[in-house]
């Protein structure tokens, strides 16, 4: 089992559709992060949380450390938001800031 | 602010040549800089991590003679890929971290095709 899970694989909304990406993770973390990447390959990092709950612009991201889970969401979806989003975890007491990558979710949101 | 570059962006190489990537972190001195290695719909793979004046710190299974390393400065770190072979064909991805923060800021990558 990996230690970053992410799900759905897979994702298709319309435009305008409120969309939910979950990650649970099983290994203590000092921080996570959720990352996007364009088609063209570029890594974009959305947030960095280690508590709580973030937002910025139309992306919300929360994290429940108690239950391992962090969901991150659209709101108002736009078929600029396709792209793979990915959740990467740092292990507590690591050092280096060396992460450990979800396999990520593809969203693909149609007009 | 926190940009990263790399180059090139993509590089098409003969079998047995040698292929060297760059990353820059162009607005910030970057204490450590990572090596990821991305296959077709796969998740990053880490393959080293380096810290400007020493010798990188290399992933398991990853070999430190195929694969060399080089962090000359706190804004430059290279990736050269001694004798490629086609299964070396990818997509290369470095990041870079300043020393008072966890985040990393991400390269646009390099795709590498080896024939």
């Known amino acids: 089992k990996n230690e970053v899970e992410q799900s759905p694989q897979n994702l298709t909304a319309q435009e305008g559709e409120f969309i939910t990406i979950n990650c649970s993770y099983s290994?203590?973390?000092?921080?996570l992060h959720w990352l996007q990447q364009h088609p063209g390959g570029g890594i974009v990092s959305l947030f960095m949380?280690?508590?709580g709950k973030k937002k910025h612009g139309r992306l919300i991201a929360t994290i429940n450390i108690q239950e391992k889970h962090s969901s991150l969401h659209i709101t108002a979806s736009h078929p600029r938001d396709s792209a793979v989003y990915i959740c990467a975890v740092r292990r507590s007491g690591g050092s280096n800031y060396k992460l450990t990558f979800g396999k990520g979710t593809l969203l693909t949101v149609n007009p | 602010g926190a940009v990263v570059s790399q180059h090139p962006s993509r590089v098409i190489c003969k079998s047995g040549t040698s292929v060297k990537i760059e990353c820059r972190s162009l607005?910030?001195?970057?204490?450590?800089m990572f090596w990821y290695r991305q296959f077709p719909k796969q998740s990053l793979m880490l393959m080293a991590t380096s810290n400007e004046g020493s010798k990188a710190t290399y992933e398991q299974g990853v070999e430190k003679d195929k694969f060399l390393i080089n962090h000359a400065s706190l804004t430059l770190s290279t990736l050269t890929v001694t004798s490629a072979h086609p299964e070396d064909s990818s997509f290369y991805i470095c990041?870079?971290?300043?020393?008072?923060?966890?985040?990393?800021?991400f390269g646009p990558g390099t795709r590498l095709l080896v024939l």
């Open positions: 607005d910030f001195q970057a204490t450590t």
């Open positions: 290994v203590g973390i000092s921080a």
């Open positions: 990041s870079a971290a300043r020393g008072f923060e966890e985040t990393q800021y």
């Open positions: 949380l280690s508590s």
